[in-house]
Structure formats: structure tokens, C-alpha cells
């Protein structure tokens, strides 16, 4: 096992450009890095878990292939807690990226806890400044009300993109869902 293993946590539903940019830093930073995919209860989930590892899993195998001598990585699904994940994986800490001051606020309330909580410390990696406005939820809406998801080429990856046309294409019921509730006013 790496001496300093950190876990990143998150529910990667779908993983950006933003998400990419901290695994790619975090592996100059630590000896290793599990790339933890969990599941939020409380947001509705495009991918399953198998769906979202694999995609991860083929995102973060080209950034090993152009880095290969950086901390080894490793991409992993779970379920319950993340803390009860890290301390089972023998995890030396959490990594965190932060996109803007309300991330900020956010996550040091879930570093103090989880440091009060199970002793595990939390690491965090700021953003670069043209991830600062995205996030999957935003993906999410732009592909349920958007015509083309060629939109998204800032945000998230080739791949990321035919996914989402295909749940698209397939009516998927969350994206269904999300363009239901949009505003008829503002459409107008």
C-alpha cells in the first residue's frame, strides 16, 4: 500500500474536465489515489455505478498513459459512508476539489466533522479558474433542455458527451424529469 493514500470522493455523474484536473494534480501530490465512486442519496443518478467507473476508469487510464511515472491510481465504486471507504482502504486522507467560496464553506464543514468524526484529514485542491462554474448537475440540465450537446466540449470529455446523447436518445426518466421542470415563463 502507497504511504500517503488519499481517496477523492465524489459521485462523478457524470466526471468533468474539473473532476480530471484535480485527479491529474492530485497524482503529483500522493503516492496513490483511489478514486472513490459513490452514491449521493440525495441526487438523482444519470449513470449506474458500473457506468460511471468505467468512464472513469477510461479517462483516467489516458492521464496515466500521458503520466506515467506520477502516484498510482486506481478507480473503485462504494457504498455507505466515504469515511468508513478510506478507513477500509487504509486511506491517509480525503481529497476535495474546490471550485468557488460556497465549495469552500461546504467541504471545511465535511473536513472538521470527518477529522472529529473518524481522524481522517482532508486535502484539497483548488480548481482551475475555467472549472469554476461547472459541476455534473449543470451538465445534467444543459443535456435534458439543450438541442446540442456539443455545448458541453468545455466541460466534459468526448466520451462523457456520446454517453449523454445515448441517455438522452433513450429517454432517460431523470433527464425526462429535469426538462419537465423548467419554467414555462423564462421559455417564453
Do not use: C, W
Not at 465512486?37 to 449506474?48: D, E, H, S, V, W
Not at 474546490?98 to 486535502?123: C, F, I, K, M, P
Amino acid at each position: 500500500m502507497p504511504a500517503h493514500l488519499v481517496i477523492y470522493p465524489g459521485s462523478f455523474d457524470p466526471i468533468t474536465f474539473g473532476h480530471l484536473d484535480v485527479i491529474r494534480r492530485a497524482r503529483r501530490l500522493f503516492d496513490g489515489l483511489i478514486i472513490a465512486i459513490g452514491r449521493n442519496p440525495g441526487k438523482g443518478q444519470l449513470f449506474t455505478p458500473d457506468e460511471r467507473v468505467e468512464m472513469v476508469k477510461t479517462l483516467t487510464d489516458e492521464l496515466i498513459a500521458e503520466e506515467p511515472d506520477e502516484a498510482e491510481t486506481t478507480v473503485r465504486a462504494f457504498a455507505g459512508l466515504t469515511v468508513d471507504f478510506a478507513r477500509q482502504v487504509g486511506a491517509s486522507a480525503l481529497l476535495r476539489g474546490v471550485r468557488n467560496v460556497s465549495d469552500l464553506q461546504y467541504e471545511v464543514q465535511q473536513a472538521v466533522t470527518n477529522r472529529e468524526v473518524a481522524g481522517l484529514e482532508t486535502a484539497f485542491i483548488v480548481a482551475g479558474q475555467s472549472f469554476a462554474y461547472t459541476s455534473s448537475s449543470l451538465i445534467k440540465q444543459i443535456t435534458a433542455m439543450g438541442q446540442d450537446l456539443n455545448v458541453l466540449s468545455s466541460m466534459v470529455p468526448p466520451l462523457v458527451i456520446e454517453r449523454l446523447e445515448r441517455k438522452k436518445r433513450d429517454g432517460h426518466p431523470l433527464l425526462e424529469r429535469l426538462r419537465s421542470d423548467r419554467d414555462p415563463i423564462t421559455e417564453a
